[in-house]
């Protein structure tokens, strides 16, 4: 059974890092108001595909609920009726949330697609809470303190994405929005640790165990500053147009350089860790992955700034950001309490 709860465990963590991906996608392509209301879509559980299903028209069925654009604005049916031959008013109230009005099918679709991640996320970690009933008597923090904290979690992010789409997309919002994201990532990793029977060859090492927690905290400052560069770019786009890339960090931000300059003491730390876990043989295995992760993302950012910003280059370097965070996370996880292999005689 511990087996399956590391399972459910492992699917529920990919599932959310699928939720942050698509949440990358909806950034890059610009369709976080594809769905102008929540938890539906344009008043449906399954969006509209073309602009007529959300335009007023005599003798069809509107039911309650339901979303028209009309003169620029929402319009939401207050009960289920059949419209007549003119357009009655008294049927329909304004939505208030917001003002935004815009149909476009490919971003509609884009962030529908991302809520159901979301979704199936969710579903995923309550089903992880209720299987972790069976370590009340053995292991209590993992139900009581974790899986269940990681279902409130995932309603708040749901909250939060909510505000986001009230807000029409408030930069402090999208980045409380991550933020968020990431603590779901850090309990399902524990969680994923915790329940991990599996014996490890790894050694104790005070010092590797304080530059670990140091390079992770300098990670996250990196992802903090990171979101704000991307509001700033978000703004030039807003400015200059989509297709205009090589203006987007014509005049950058103070912080733009701080955050380029801080990846090259990320970079060191890291290194320096690796040669220091290689040499005294300590066993963490994943550090490798670290710097892996560590060069694509430091391409990635290069390729935004010096080749105008390639396709894919966004979301990728925000994705990779995330999975850094994962992995140093589970390093120090392993270097605060390693679990040495068994010794046979």
Known sequence: MDIIFRKIAKISLILVYLVIIAGAVVRMTGSGMGCPDWPKCFGYYI?????????WQPDRLFEKGQVIIKDETLQIAKETFTTNNSFNSDNWELYTKHDYAVFNP????????????????????????????????????????????????????????????????????????MFMAL???????YIIYLANAE????????????????????????????TQVRQFVDEQIDLYGYDAKSSWLKEPLLLFYIHRSFSILVLVLNTFLAFR?????????KIYWVLFILLVEVFTGIAMNYLNFPFASQPLHLVLASILFGVQLYVVL???????INKTS
């Open 106 to 177: 490919w971003h509609t679709w884009i962030e529908y697609i991302n809520r159901l991640f979301g979704a199936l996320a969710g579903l995923a970690t309550l089903l992880l809470a209720i299987t972790s009933i069976k370590f009340w008597k053995k292991k209590k923090r993992i139900p009581i303190l974790l899986s269940w904290l990681v279902v409130f979690g995932m309603v708040f992010q749901a909250w939060l994405g909510a505000t986001v789409v009230y807000s029409v997309l408030e930069p402090a919002k999208i980045t409380v929005h």
């Open 334 to 340: 392993d270097a605060l309490k390693p679990r040495k």
């Open 199 to 226: 014996n490890k060859l790894i050694h104790y090492d005070k010092l590797t165990l304080n530059l670990s927690i140091l390079a992770i905290g300098i990670t996250l400052i990196q992802i903090v500053m990171g």
């Open 277 to 285: 876990i290689t040499k005294l043989n300590l066993g963490h295995v």
């Open 47 to 55: 969006p509209p595909t073309d602009e007529s299903e959300l335009k």
């Open 183 to 189: 603590v779901i990532v850090a309990m399902l990793l």
